[in-house]
């Protein structure tokens, strides 16, 4: 029986054949190379995916191929190879077929739309931070500066963190995984509540309730459990295990907090940095090593900059254009 594959059921193969046909659409409209990954992995996993792709791809290859041929045809004035009454009964055939083909064209931009479309992006200002009730129930926190584009299917739930920072505490659908991609990093939700920074030259991966399962572009995937981290890059995936401090570190900002405990006064005038739309510069390399801790609101760095001057020798040096400059101050705070 033609429309059926041996071995499945035809609702089976028919949603099979459904989906070949969206993934090679997808694979002829820029794909990313993730989406070429995610498209190969598909049509590895099992026999009957190949298959279909593979008679997705000849008919693709047919409907261009006509296509091209249509329109090298150049043919004679219509009255002189048919009669009048033959170009009438021609005329309705046309529209008929017409009718079909917007029909057609119709259903199929209804499964484009609803497999493509319904991207939403979000994203932050310097210094501004959201959160976002996703349509499935979860919720999406933006860091200051940052941006992610959020897709729903109904296969699936896709978010890709363009830059900055995102929490996600993630509803539970069996139906439906949730998958965060973050440069070559995809990290897919284990009912889980997680953090993810983009940072220079690495993804760090922070899990603070259930779990999480991430891989990198070239390597095998690894659980990641509440109360444990991740530091990714492109060819490794290294697990790290945090202490309550360290998680209070990298989720404080949920709460408007920078909170540091010895970093540098470079680390710290970076994580400051982040808030302001001028920045804090360090005018004399002696003040980089310097260290200082405690805990300060994102939105109000002269405290940060009082706590320098306080306990550290740095003298601050406010710029006409807002930024500021640290400097060392060479006799010990008092002495002035």
């Known amino acids: 029986m033609q429309g059926s594959e041996p ?66 045809v150049t043919l004679p004035p219509l009255a002189a190879i048919v009669s009048e009454e033959q170009q009438r009964r021609l005329s309705r055939n046309i529209m008929a077929v017409a009718a079909v083909a917007v029909l057609l064209f119709i259903i199929a931009a209804v499964v484009t739309i609803r497999t493509f479309t319904g991207v939403n992006r979000y994203e932050t200002a310097i210094g501004q931070m959201r959160d976002i009730a996703l349509a499935d129930g979860s919720t999406l926190h933006l860091n200051s500066d940052s941006e992610a584009e959020v897709r729903f299917t109904d296969n699936g739930r896709k978010v890709r963190i363009l830059k900055g920072e995102a ?57 990641v459990e509440a109360g ?19 998680m209070g570190q990298r989720t404080a900002w949920r709460d408007r907090i920078v909170e540091l405990d010895g970093e540098t006064v470079e680390q710290a005038a970076g994580e400051f940095n982040r808030y302001r739309t001028a920045p804090i510069l360090i005018g004399d390399t002696r003040v980089s090593a310097l260290r200082i801790g405690g805990r300060f609101r994102t939105t109000d760095s002269r405290e940060f900059l009082s706590a320098l001057q306080l306990s550290l020798p740095i003298r601050v040096v406010d710029g006409e254009d807002g930024s500021v400059m640290l400097l060392y101050r060479d006799e010990a705070p008092g002495e002035a």
């Open 7 to 72: 071995g499945s059921g035809s609702g089976e193969w028919s949603a099979i054949e459904a989906q070949a046909a969206r993934l090679l659409a997808r694979l002829n409209s820029n794909p990313s190379p993730q989406d070429e990954a995610d498209i190969c992995t598909w049509v590895e996993s099992d026999p009957r995916h190949g298959v279909a792709f593979a008679r997705a791809e000849a008919a693709w290859e047919e409907a261009e191929r006509l296509k091209s041929a249509a329109a090298d």
């Open 167 to 223: 929490s996600f505490e993630v509803a539970h659908d069996e139906s439906r995984p949730f998958d965060v991609e973050a440069r070559s990093a995809v990290i897919r939700a284990v009912g889980t509540a997680f953090n993810v920074r983009l940072r220079p030259s690495l993804v760090e991966l922070t899990v603070t309730k259930g779990a999480a399962r991430v891989r990198c572009a070239a390597g095998r995937a690894h659980m």
């Open 228 to 246: 444990r981290g991740a530091i990714i890059q492109p060819r490794n995936v290294a697990l790290t295990t945090l202490d309550s401090r360290i």
